[in-house]
């Protein structure tokens, strides 16, 4: 599958602060889908790009993929307690048919 | 409607020991796959069915790993000779098709002592 590093490992913000998670690979992909997993739960899809150059918003949360196809960004503005949890990238379709290969992933920790 | 449901949340066992985990996929969804996440780590894939047969089972680590699907719904994976190091979170999850987005369920936590 699709190696990918993300960056960085552990983020701590103050509420209202913005976040961002930087998702980079040394190959170009093919798409590349975000999650969401919560403290002791499990993780929860957020988007799928697969444009080169693509931006998508989910109200707080913009997602970018690179004009090259071989890194991807998560931006949230003006964080909130609800949004603590990690952050994955995960490479998809291409030669990671059918499978996900998770990033490492960002820690993301608000502090009210 | 019901999500993916995996049985049972938490299973410990001693070493050497046979596991079963059980996976329910969502209703309808032809394509199952399973993960592993070892604590501070992304999910690692394992194996993906596409209806009854395993598309890619590239993801197994050894031999003492095995899934069925026997009817295209219900999936169970099977690790013989358990041992320390196969402590992890086992996620499965579904999506209507392979390439489709894929719906994890609450994951069994496996502790081998």
């Known amino acids: 599958g699709q190696q990918v590093m993300q960056i960085p490992q552990y983020q701590h913000v103050q509420e209202g602060e913005d976040f961002t998670t930087y998702c980079n690979s040394s190959?170009?992909?093919?798409?590349i889908q975000w999650y969401k997993q919560r403290p002791g739960g499990h993780p929860v899809f957020l988007i799928q790009?697969?444009?080169?150059?693509e931006v998508k918003k989910q109200k707080r949360l913009t997602f970018q993929f690179g004009e090259a196809k071989k890194n991807s960004s998560l931006h949230i503005t003006a964080t909130q307690t609800t949004d603590v949890g990690t952050y994955f990238c995960a490479p998809f379709g291409g030669t990671s048919y059918g499978k996900l290969t998770f990033g490492q992933g960002t820690i993301l920790t608000v502090h009210p | 409607g019901a999500g993916v449901s995996q049985t049972p949340s938490n299973k410990v066992t001693e070493k050497g020991k046979y596991v079963e985990l059980r996976c329910d996929p969502i209703?309808?969804?032809?394509?199952l796959y399973w993960y592993r996440q070892s604590l501070g780590q992304g999910p690692e894939f394992l194996i993906y069915?596409?209806?009854?047969?395993?598309?890619?089972d590239s993801g197994l680590p050894n031999d003492r790993f095995f899934a069925v699907r026997p009817e295209g719904s219900v999936s169970t994976l099977k690790i013989q000779r358990t041992e320390r190091g196969d402590s992890a979170v086992y996620l499965c999850a579904s999506s209507p098709y392979v390439e489709g987005t894929q719906y994890f369920g609450p994951g069994t936590r496996l502790t081998v002592l």
């Open positions: 069915f596409q209806g009854t047969g395993a598309a890619d």
């Open positions: 790009l697969v444009k080169s150059g």
């Open positions: 190959t170009t992909l093919s798409n």
């Open positions: 209703s309808g969804h032809t394509a």
